[in-house]
Structures are given as C-alpha cells and as structure tokens.
C-alpha cells in the first residue's frame, strides 16, 4: 500500500496532489469543512487528479491532519492498495424511518465472499444512526470490520454532507467495501466521561426521540440539570450526554447526544436509539479520561501492528469532546499520535457520531468517543 496525506488550508495546498496513485484501487478520503458545499473547487481538484479512484467523505465540526486540529480547511488521505479492491456504493435518505433499510440495502449491495471490512460516512442529522448500523450489521456476517462516523457542521446543527456524485450532498449515506485477503483494518471506541446524578428508566421513546423518563417530560428534567445552559439548547447538551444501559440485552456503556429538542413536545432527538426500558444516566467530562479514553482506543488498534508497512489511521471523535476539551482537544488527537507506530498517517474530524466496535466487541453507534479506524495491506 502506498499513503499520501495532503491538506488544504488557507486556500491553497500544502503540496501539489499525486495523481500518479490514481487508479481503480486508490481510496480518497476527504475530511472538509461544512463551508465547501458553498465553495466547492477544492473538493473538484480532487476528483480531477483521482478520476478512477473511489472518493468518499463528510463535512466535519472540525478537521484533524496529524495531531492538528482546524476549521475551514481539508484533510485528505490517498491510499493506492497493490491487491485490495475497493467498491462504493450510496443511499439518499428522505426520512429517518429509512435509516434500517439504508444500512440494509448498502450492505447487500457490497456482501461477496472476500469482503473483509467496510467503511461508512454518513449524514449527521437526517438519519438514526443506531438503525443504520443495525440494518448493515443484519446482512454483513460478524468478521467484518465495520468502521465510520456521521458527517458533522460544527455546532451549528444545520445541515451535513456527503460526497455523492463528485459533490457535496446532503442526505446521503456513502459506504466503501475493502476486498481480498491482504487487506488489515481494525477499529475501536473509548470515551472517557464521568457518570452523575440518578439512574432514570425510559418510560417513553420511539427510535432515537425521548419523550419521558421516569414517567416526566425528558426536556424539563434535562433543563433543570442544564440550568442557563438551556438556553442554548441543543449545543450545550454536548456537555452532558446520556448514558444508556439495557439489563435485557446486557449492554453497558453506550453514549447518546442530543441533536435537535422540540419545545412543544418537550422531547429530545438523538444520534442513536433511546430504547424504552432502558436506563439512562447524565455524564460529564474527566479532562484527563477523555484523553487518555483516545490513547486507549489508539492503543486497541495499533496491538500486533507492523511496525514497518504503511499505515493510515482514521481519528474520528466527537463535536461534543471537542467543545469540552476547548484549547486543549489537540491533547488528545496528539495522544492518539503518540500511541500509534511510528510510520502511521492520521487524518479525520470532529463528527455527531461514531460507528465502531467497543473494544473487540460488535459494532454499534457511538457519542462522545474518539475512534480510530486502521488501513494497513500486508
């Protein structure tokens, strides 16, 4: 495997593109700011110089290159495989209900008996993440490696994107499938929060929209913890996630933002599923956990890594740890960086969701994690 890692900031490229990597078995993963929709020839510089490559990528809520972090910039990694061959495929999503059959469809679509990994960007708002992972991991047998995060717009919650059809597109889920028996990819999540106040049941949900726990308003509960913070709802919920555990299905540890609130149905919109029956729990940041929550997920993946061949290290965290961490969020893409091997390239963003594996577990949606997928051939 070839790597390349190109950034373009301040309007200009830090050096010129290789387009001699360009071919059928080059992958290009654009990491770019919300902004490019709007001002989009930088992202066509990149499909001229790779006409066919498979292109994939997101707006962001902040890009990671290396252990820096930037806004209004873009973040690109090239990889050119010797013998994994790639496909991509995508769905428009109208509505969230068709989050489960978008996952599904994507997912038959790339299923042949070498697949060995996939990767998905998703559109941050319109979709129920949770659903979207169920109905991929309902088709794609359990070795697969699922990896990826949803598209982000900083903390404004407006509108998100996806590369379609050689453009920004909104509404959009993007999946690239690696094949052969060559291709490495790993994936894993850590968090890092603080769990406080009561355990509370969910007493009324449907998908990813609370609407009661403990038999009470899920919005006022909210607020009275938020206090002033309420009123600026939703971004300020990003530093108070949900922590959710169900004792039927036995899972522990899943973490849910808020998206969006509905004062006149005093509910709460989520990235992933609020199972009814579950329990859910206000956390807060550990400054020092959430940073070493991203080595430990760096340290999960980089296990048995050669120390010798191209690596490409996908950083994935989420718009909520990086309005906690403020000035100091580099903390932790620099931790990430201090963990992998030597010869690793990192690029990435700051998104509303996170799809991984918790440790070595099954994949699911996640909020308020770093995750880091590796690329590697042997």
Not at 329 to 349: C, N
Request: aromatic share 8%; with cysteine.
């Amino acid at each position: 495997m070839k790597l390349s890692v190109k950034r373009y900031h301040e309007k200009q490229w830090d050096g010129p593109l290789p387009s001699e990597m360009d071919s059928s078995n080059t992958l290009v993963l654009v990491f770019a700011a919300p902004c490019y929709k709007k001002d989009p020839a930088a992202i066509a510089e990149i499909y001229a110089n790779f006409p066919n490559s498979v292109v994939a990528g997101c707006s962001t809520a902040g890009e990671i290159f290396g252990s820096q972090l930037s806004d209004e910039s873009i973040s690109v990694a090239i990889a050119q495989f010797e013998s994994t061959r790639l496909r991509s495929t995508s769905f428009h999503i109208a509505m969230n209900e068709q989050s489960f059959q978008a996952g599904e469809g994507l997912a038959r679509e790339l299923l042949e008996d070498d697949l060995k990994a996939v990767f998905i960007l998703s559109d941050g708002l319109c979709v129920n993440g949770s659903e979207l992972v169920r109905g991929i991991s309902s088709v794609l047998p359990s070795e697969i490696v699922i990896g990826g995060g949803l598209a982000g717009d900083g903390s404004a919650f407006k509108e998100t994107w996806v590369l379609h059809d050689k453009k920004p597109s909104p509404s959009y889920v993007s999946i690239v499938g690696f094949y052969g028996q060559n291709i490495l990819v790993r994936a894993s999540s850590l968090g890092g929060w603080d769990v406080f106040g009561p355990e509370r049941l969910v007493t009324k949900s449907e998908g990813n929209v609370l609407y009661e726990l403990d038999g009470k308003p899920a919005l006022t509960l909210y607020k009275e913890y938020l206090g002033e913070r309420s009123a600026e709802l939703p971004a300020s919920a990003l530093l108070f996630p949900l922590s959710l555990r169900s004792e039927e299905q036995g899972r522990k540890g899943l973490v849910r933002t808020v998206l969006a609130v509905d004062e006149e149905k005093n509910s709460m919109t989520f990235a992933g599923d609020i199972p009814e029956g579950s329990y859910a729990q206000l956390m807060k940041a550990n400054f020092d956990r959430l940073v070493s929550g991203a080595a430990g997920a760096a340290e999960m993946v980089s296990k048995g890594a050669s120390q010798s061949s191209e690596l490409l290290a996908i950083a994935i965290s989420c718009v909520g740890r990086r309005l906690v961490l403020g000035a100091h969020t580099e903390d932790e893409t620099e931790a990430v960086v201090g963990v992998l091997p030597p010869q690793a390239k990192q690029v990435g963003f700051y998104s509303y969701g996170e799809i991984s594996p918790t440790g070595t577990g099954k994949c699911d949606l996640h909020n308020q994690t770093m995750t880091i997928t590796t690329i590697a051939e042997k």
